[in-house]
C-alpha cells in the first residue's frame, strides 16, 4: 500500500490496481481546459522564481493548481498551525510539526492552500522536471529516507526551524498509502518536535468523488507522475477533505508518534 520500496524504505504493498479509476470522468474538452490552466499556474510560478516561498505567494499558486484540476477542498479548521504558549505545554513563539497521512502528490498541493509551511519532502521529489524546482523555490527541505547517517542531522534541522517559529508539514509514513490508516508513523520527526517543545498537529486527509470515499487521487507502486496526474485532470467531483485535529504535546517521541497515528486513524475510521 505505499509508493516506496528497496534500502531501508516502507515495504511495496500496494499497487495502481488499489486505485479507483476516475468514474465519472469528464469530457475530453474539459481535460484540455484542465492542462492548459495548469500549465498557466506552473509557468506563474517558475516566473515568480524564489518569491514563490513567501506565504501568499505560495497559497495562490497552490489554490490555484487545485482549480486547474477542478479539485475541491474541504479543511476544519482552516487553520494547521497551533499557538504555543506555556499554558498548552509548549514554549511561545514555536512553530507547529504538522503531520499527515499520506495519499498523493495531491496532499501537499492541498494543505499549501489551507496553510503554507515548509514542506518536509522525500529527496527524488526535488529531481522531478520542473516539479523539483517549484519544490525547491517553494521552500521545501528535502530528506533521503534510505540515508540513516543523515537523519539526525534532519531531526536538528527541523528542531531549529520549529524553534525560529517556522511550520513544518512532515508525512510520517513515509510514503504513500491507497487508504488513510496505511503504515505506522515513524518516530525520527516527532523527535524535532519533543527537542524544540513544538506542538504537533496530527492531520487527516481523505479523498471523495461526489461525496464516495475514492482512491482516484492516489500515487502507488510504479506509477508515474504523468499517469497519476492524468487520473486526477480527468476525475469528475474530486474532493480533498482536511481535518485538523487536537494538538498533542510530550517529550517522547515514541509516545508522540503512537498518539498522532492513533487520532488520524480513529478519525478516519468514525468518519471525522
Known amino acids: 500500500m505505499s509508493h516506496g520500496g528497496g534500502g531501508g524504505g516502507p515495504v511495496v504493498l500496494c499497487t495502481p490496481a488499489c ?30 522564481g524564489e518569491r514563490l516561498a513567501e506565504p501568499l505567494a505560495l497559497r495562490a499558486r ?38 499527515a497521512n499520506h495519499i498523493s502528490w495531491l496532499d501537499v498541493v492541498g494543505l499549501l492552500a489551507v496553510e503554507p509551511v515548509t514542506v518536509l519532502a522525500k529527496r527524488e521529489v526535488g529531481q522531478w522536471p520542473v516539479i523539483g524546482t517549484l519544490a525547491r523555490r517553494a521552500g521545501c ?5 534510505d540515508g540513516l547517517r543523515q537523519l539526525p542531522y534532519v531531526v536538528a534541522e527541523l528542531a531549529s526551524a520549529l524553534r525560529s ?8 509514513q513515509a510514503t504513500t498509502w491507497c487508504s488513510v490508516p496505511g503504515g505506522r508513523f515513524r518516530r525520527a520527526t516527532f523527535q524535532a518536535a519533543a527537542d524544540a517543545g513544538a506542538p504537533v498537529r496530527p492531520v487527516t486527509i ?15 507502486g510504479d506509477e508515474t507522475f504523468g499517469a497519476s ?3 486526477v485532470a480527468r476525475a469528475r467531483g474530486l474532493t480533498m477533505r482536511v481535518t485538523a485535529h487536537s494538538p498533542l504535546h510530550g517529550s517522547d517521541r515514541r509516545e508522540l508518534a503512537a498518539a498522532a497515528q492513533a487520532v488520524v486513524t480513529t478519525r478516519c475510521e468514525e468518519g471525522g
Open 165 to 172: 517559529g517556522r511550520s513544518v508539514l512532515a508525512f510520517p
Open 206 to 220: 481523505r479523498y471523495y468523488q461526489h461525496g464516495t470515499r475514492s482512491t482516484t487521487a492516489a500515487f502507488l
Open 141 to 145: 527541505q528535502f530528506i533521503d529516507r
Open 19 to 48: 486505485v479507483t479509476r476516475s468514474v465519472p470522468r469528464v469530457a475530453s474538452g474539459e481535460l484540455g481546459r484542465r492542462y492548459a490552466a495548469l500549465a498557466y499556474e506552473i509557468g506563474r510560478g517558475v516566473a515568480q
Open 62 to 99: 497552490a489554490r490555484g493548481v487545485l482549480d486547474a484540476l477542478g479539485v475541491r477542498i474541504e479543511s476544519a479548521p482552516e487553520s494547521l498551525t497551533v499557538r504555543g504558549g506555556p499554558d498548552r505545554g509548549a514554549v511561545q513563539g514555536v512553530g507547529t510539526l504538522i503531520v
Open 229 to 231: 496526474l492524468h487520473r
